[in-house]
């Protein structure tokens, strides 16, 4: 419809299959990706948008909300109103499901040969260290700004916590990543400053990347699809050309392999080392100030943790980390001390309570706790 040199557009697309859903917002603009302007529509399935400029394309995605969260966005349709008066009302139908739309790419699978099994070589002797000592919240030891990614599982919901310099939690709700999609690594794809989300489908092997500005979701696009048995742990800049690489584990057979990417797609593959029995890859990060990532394995049944220093896919050193205390785990490598160099982050799943242990070179320098989780939440990245 116009009036005066302005236009509208009305749009409709399927109900959310939640039974929580309360309402609809319609977020739209003028570029493709980036949505300045919102409407609340409510529990409708159709709304008309105005008034709209003559002559500009404007591009349109739906999220669903109920009284604690908003999905993320669905498949962006656009629309370019007329230089004239149009005789009727377009429509537009986007899908209420939100996931990126999908890239053509091939599924290659790792070329490089094996690398031979290195079974963590400690440099010194493993040191008995201190569980972790409660730190005052309003004077916390640490200098940079730590993120929480927490999913609950029962109601498939994603949190967003933030704890800065300061003490301060700000929690915020992500986009909702339903199963069998989860959010698996954060790395920067975007190159905006920014961390962005790594999803992987356990059902099919297809990967995806969601663009993110803070706790705003730009866009996303799938990547490559792993072969059978494979799974995404994590993701790095292995090969130093500054884009982040997947990392592999089938933990079948405990080999882990790197698929080197650029811009989410897939430019070679090759093994790493292969996971003696009885330990997982928990993360990877730089961590002996060279510049490249390293690799971070864990014992549950022993609680005993290693570093496995890498060149590019090769290990070149090993040495013993810290013996965690019953009832904790690891949950990632935070670099809480900005010292250049990842620490420890640690979960309790019994009392949902989350701690760090400061790290110089192998040994614990210093323990305070984090902030409890919510009820029915887990920690999923850190």
Not at 100 to 119: G, N
Not at 194 to 202: C, M, T
Not at 319 to 348: E, K, M, Q, V
């Amino acid at each position: 419809d116009a009036s005066l040199g302005t236009f509208s557009v009305t749009l409709r697309w399927n109900a959310s299959s939640s039974e929580n859903v309360v309402g609809y917002h319609v977020w739209y603009g003028s570029t493709s990706g980036t949505y300045t302007q919102s409407s609340d529509v409510g529990d409708t399935t159709t709304a008309t948008i105005s008034p709209l400029s003559p002559n500009t394309a404007y591009y349109f995605v739906v999220t669903a909300y109920d009284t604690a969260q908003e999905s993320g966005a669905s498949d962006e349709v656009s629309f370019t109103t007329p230089s004239s008066t149009p005789t009727t009302s377009p429509t537009a139908t986007p899908s209420a499901t939100p996931i990126a739309s999908p890239s053509p790419t091939a599924s290659p699978s790792a070329t490089a040969s094996l690398s031979p099994t290195v079974s963590p070589s400690p440099t010194v002797s493993p040191t008995p260290t201190p569980s972790p000592s409660p730190t005052s919240s309003s004077s916390p030891s640490y200098t940079r700004d730590v993120k929480y990614v927490l999913y609950n599982p029962g109601t498939d919901q994603t949190r967003v916590w933030y704890v800065n310099e300061s003490g301060g939690l700000n929690g915020k709700f992500n986009p909702g990543v339903r199963a069998p999609w989860r959010i698996v690594a954060t790395a920067r794809f975007h190159r905006d400053g920014g961390s962005d989300y790594v999803l992987f489908n356990s059902a099919t092997g297809q990967t995806a990347v969601w663009y993110m500005s803070g706790n705003t979701f730009l866009g996303g696009v799938y990547g490559p699809t792993l072969p059978a048995g494979w799974e995404v742990v994590s993701a790095a800049d292995l090969n130093a050309d500054g884009h982040p690489d997947y990392v592999l584990l089938n933990r079948t057979t405990g080999q882990t392999a790197v698929w080197f990417l650029v811009d989410n797609i897939f430019a070679g593959g090759a093994y790493g080392p292969r996971l003696p029995a009885g330990w997982s890859l928990v993360g990877v990060r730089e961590r002996n100030a060279d510049h490249k990532a390293d690799l971070l394995l864990y014992n549950a049944s022993t609680r005993q943790t290693v570093f496995w220093y890498l060149n590019g896919v090769t290990v070149t050193n090993g040495g013993w980390g810290p013996t965690l205390p019953a009832g904790w785990s690891l949950n990632g490598l935070p670099d809480l001390d900005g010292d250049g160099t990842s620490d420890l982050a640690l979960f309790n799943h019994t009392t949902l309570q989350t701690a760090f242990w400061l790290l110089n070179g192998e040994m614990v320098t210093k323990g305070l706790y984090g902030p409890t989780l919510p009820p029915g939440y887990t920690l999923t990245v850190h």
